[in-house]
């Protein structure tokens, strides 16, 4: 079945460093993945996406990368930010064969906190 | 990025109440979803709405769950007969017509149910 994972529960940085969140995926068929950030109380805030014929996407301090290999998901954030304290969450879609209109599976989510 | 406002923030019912949960997309779209977070877990598919009807539900949306689009606005959630266990945050999302399959959320309803 679908299953969207996380190595990590936390993260703990210095700012100004760079982070490096992780997601496991099991379900080889999933073809869409997104990197959500979630403050507190807020709802989920699109970070970036990324498909499953790509094996890197770049934003502005963001980069993910996938591995379909190994079903392996990482979000990295450059020159991390006190701002960047949330919860990041990966979610999944399958949209293969037309069955799915865009149904989610997140992640459990991991807490990255940035120290000054 | 399309702006998604839920109506309202916090909502705190009787057990056995109906709620309904109001979300208003601010541009044009295709798909609406509702997804719910219980206080600490992951989010949760709920419900996925398109053309003016269900197109895909989760275990967790039965009997006592049901969506409508009754003005062409607003979208809405309804939960018939509130349990304990229905208290979480909702949350509604969207999808752009003609855009990218990315989904933008909303705040967030916090339903507590006593």
């Known amino acids: 079945g679908e299953s969207v994972g996380l190595h990590l529960p936390t993260l703990s940085v210095q700012e100004g460093d760079n982070s490096i969140i992780n997601c496991a995926y099991s379900n080889s068929a999933s073809d869409y993945f997104i990197w959500y950030k979630q403050e507190s109380g807020k709802g989920p805030q699109f970070i970036i996406d990324?498909?499953?014929?790509?094996d890197k996407r770049q934003g502005q301090r963001v980069t993910v990368l996938l591995n379909k290999t190994v079903k392996h998901l990482s979000l990295q954030i450059a020159a991390t930010q006190p701002g960047d304290s949330a919860v990041y969450f990966c979610?999944?879609?399958?949209?293969?064969?037309?069955?799915?209109?865009?149904?989610?599976?997140f992640g459990q989510g991991t807490i990255l906190t940035v120290h000054p | 990025e399309p702006e998604v406002t839920q109506t309202p923030s916090h909502q705190v019912t009787q057990m056995g109440q109906e709620v309904i949960l109001r979300c208003v997309p601010i541009s044009n779209h295709l798909y609406f979803y509702w997804y719910r977070q219980i206080l600490g877990q992951k989010v949760e598919f709920l419900v996925s709405?398109?053309?003016?009807?269900?197109?895909?539900k989760s275990e967790i949306f039965d009997d006592q769950f049901s969506v409508e689009r009754p003005d062409g606005s607003n979208f809405t959630l309804k939960i018939r007969s509130t349990k304990l266990e229905d208290s979480a945050m909702y949350f509604c999302?969207?999808?752009?017509?003609?855009?990218?399959?990315?989904?933008?959320f909303g705040p967030g309803t916090r339903l507590t149910v006593l």
């Open positions: 979610a999944e879609n399958n949209n293969a064969g037309g069955t799915s209109y865009g149904k989610l599976t």
């Open positions: 990324i498909r499953s014929n790509m």
């Open positions: 709405f398109y053309n003016n009807e269900i197109s895909e």
């Open positions: 999302a969207i999808r752009i017509a003609g855009g990218t399959d990315t989904q933008y």
